[in-house]
């Protein structure tokens, strides 16, 4: 459906990546790219009243943006906000959104600096981020190599238990990711592990490996079959020479405090999307994880 909607449209010269990756990428100064995403959340889709409190929906809301920004290796800097209300919501819910936007935008220097508000039949908050990245630091879905290793930060699964509601958007890891190492492919977990990879591997024209056993579920992970397909992890999936991981592997405990784990490797296309399980038997892997349509 995307690829439909954006077909045929054009950019001028300052337009380095539009629709495809995490964020857009357009021509900002000498020295940095300007970085430029939105996302949605809308009631009965990202959340509802019963599981969610409005300060953990506003949370989310700025949250899913800043982890887009920080898979390209940026820093969030500016966002507007726009609302839809129920005309017979109470005005807390909406002192309760904005309470969390502002949290998270306190916390990561993010300036709120407009927006609009309309009525609508369901909650519903879409966020729009500018963040800027030097030009060397980049990082992007389609840089991937064969022999690349693949990592990912964090833990995996149990979303649905409510971590989706109180994740803390890796802004901080991406940056130090991004200006200590060579990164060549970057993405945030927000679909499942196995979809957002794929779309590593396809952006990048390569296939994978990955290892039932390094990957690591979250406590709260019912199995790794749901982990691995549910989604709203947040973390970031990223590739790195085997080289470049070596010198990460050695430094890292002096560099990232949160965990990151080996999960796989970058293969030549034609070897496809493969799983190597717990028993050692490899089996093809299909692109599943959540999708809206």
């Known amino acids: 459906l995307i690829k439909r909607m954006t077909k045929g449209l054009r950019f001028d010269r300052t337009v380095v990546k539009g629709p495809g990756d995490d964020a857009a990428v357009i021509e900002w100064t000498r020295d940095k790219y300007m970085l430029f ?15 969610a409190s409005p300060y953990a929906v506003g949370w989310k809301a700025l949250g899913r943006n800043l982890s887009d920004i920080a898979a390209m290796g940026g820093t969030p800097r500016y966002a507007v906000v726009s609302a839809g209300f129920n ?7 909406a002192d309760g959104i904005s309470r969390g936007i502002r949290a998270l935008a306190d ?65 901080a890891e991406a940056r130090k990711l991004v200006t200590r190492y060579k990164v060549n492919a970057m993405i945030d977990v927000s679909d499942g592990l196995l979809l957002d ?54 430094s890292k405990p002096g560099s990232i405090k949160t965990p990151v784990s080996y999960i796989g490797d970058i293969m030549p296309k034609r070897f496809g999307y493969r799983l190597v399980g717990r028993d050692g038997c490899e089996k093809r892997l299909r692109a599943e994880g959540y999708r809206h349509f």
Not at 136 to 161: C, E, Q
Not at 206 to 211: E, I
Not at 226 to 249: C, H, N, P, Q, Y
């Open 37 to 51: 995403a939105s996302d949605m959340l809308v009631e009965g889709t990202h959340f509802t009243k019963k599981t």
């Open 197 to 250: 990879l794929w779309r590593v591997l396809d952006a990048s024209s390569v296939g994978a490996r990955l290892y039932e056993e390094a990957v690591p579920l979250s406590k709260n992970a019912a199995s790794f079959d749901k982990a691995v397909r549910e989604g709203e992890d947040f973390e970031l999936v990223f590739t790195m020479s085997a080289a470049e991981a070596r010198r990460f592997i050695g």
């Open 87 to 93: 005309p017979g919501t109470d005005v807390s819910v």
């Open 107 to 171: 916390r990561f220097g993010v300036n709120i600096v407009g927006g609009d508000v309309v009525r609508s039949d369901r909650t519903t908050i879409d966020i729009a981020v500018v963040g800027e990245v030097e030009k060397n630091r980049l990082a992007t879905r389609s840089g991937a190599r064969p022999g690349d290793m693949i990592f990912v930060t964090g833990s995996i699964g149990g979303s649905s238990a409510g971590r989706h509601l109180t994740f803390i958007p890796r802004v």
